[in-house]
């Protein structure tokens, strides 16, 4: 390898076959790498055996233990992909951080409380260590042109983003993610939020709530809402209401713009969470914004 390129590592492969990226999302960051010429995917870690022998065949990785501290010790990888479940996530980046990793590319949700995500992305920052967290569907095609559809003042001023989601656990946090991208990441100045959680519904590694709703308002004004484990009626994941119009988003990748000159129903190169066929991957795109984000120039958020 050249002196310019990297070894990375997977920790939480996943048991593979059917449903890759839905589950077993360390075979989506395995295949990133294996498909990026300038990184080697140089090692892997599961506490499932059987797992990670699928994994390592699968993509001929050449080193393998179930032990992460040994994987970050021996191979002291530049880039390091967390893919376990939530609550052992503070120890793997602590981990990667003392044994020299320069980046880390992590599942969500990073913490299970705000003050531990916190703490994590500082000792990042004070370790000269980058840190992102997988929310790869803002490099599709859909949220881009949603984005871009709103830029163009399409609905005049946006007023209010509702957002819906049904049936995936855990998708409160991407619909979050691609508002606050449809809106360049303005911050949000307030938030009232409710959760029901009775403890009977568990999934990767720990209880899940059966449903959550919450309503924020952005500094720059725009109210925002979405309801997590609950379908609006009609079927849209967005609902976009502005001075002039509204923007409503399809799960097909499907949007439909009205405003003065009446509806238009655009088609794009992605659905919600995947690119097209023949559409770009958005993994690479993650991935060379990533590199070019170690190697000194701005974040993709910058
Ligand atoms: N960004 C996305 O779109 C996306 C999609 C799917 C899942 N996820 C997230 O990824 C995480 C993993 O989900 P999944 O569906 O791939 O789970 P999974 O069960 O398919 O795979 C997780 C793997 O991690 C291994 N593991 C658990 N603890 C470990 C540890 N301490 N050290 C090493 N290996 C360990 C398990 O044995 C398993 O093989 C979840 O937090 C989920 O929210 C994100």
Not at 192 to 203: F, I, L
Request: net charge negative.
């Amino acid at each position: 390898m050249n002196a310019e390129n990297y070894h990375a590592v997977v920790i939480g492969c996943g048991r593979g076959g059917e449903n890759i990226g839905v589950h077993s999302i360390g075979y989506v960051h395995g295949k990133a790498y294996r498909d990026n010429p300038r990184i080697e995917l140089a090692g892997a870690c599961d506490i499932d055996p059987g797992n990670l022998d699928r994994f390592c065949e699968h993509f001929s990785v050449p080193y393998k233990t179930g032990i992460s501290e040994e994987l970050l010790r021996e191979l002291r990888p530049e880039l390091v992909s967390i893919c376990t479940y939530v609550g052992s996530r503070p120890a793997l980046v602590e981990a990667s951080v003392r044994n020299g990793a320069k980046a880390i590319w992590c599942e969500k949700p990073l913490a299970l409380t705000i003050q531990e995500g916190r703490r994590l992305v500082e000792l990042c920052e004070e370790n000269g260590v980058k840190i992102v967290i997988n929310h790869y569907r803002r490099y599709l095609d859909l949220w881009n042109r949603v984005k871009q559809l709103v830029k163009d003042r399409e609905i005049g001023d946006l007023e209010f983003i509702v957002g819906s989601f049904e049936g995936w656990d855990q998708m409160e946090m991407h619909l979050l993610d691609m508002m606050r991208y449809i809106l360049d990441d303005e911050p949000v100045s307030w938030v009232m939020g409710q959760v029901r959680c009775t403890g009977a519904k568990r999934s990767y590694g720990h209880v899940m709530e059966e449903h959550s709703a919450c309503y924020f308002a952005f500094k720059n004004g725009v109210r925002g809402f979405y309801d997590a484990s609950c379908h609006f009626p009609g079927n849209s994941l967005f609902r976009l209401n502005g001075a002039g119009g509204y923007l409503e988003v399809f799960p097909e990748g499907a949007i439909t713009l009205a405003n003065a000159r009446g509806f238009t129903q655009i088609a794009t190169d992605s659905d919600w969470s995947n690119p097209k066929k023949g559409g770009r991957d958005p993994f690479q795109d993650l991935l060379n914004d990533f590199l070019a984000w170690i190697e000194g120039g701005a974040s993709a958020t910058d």
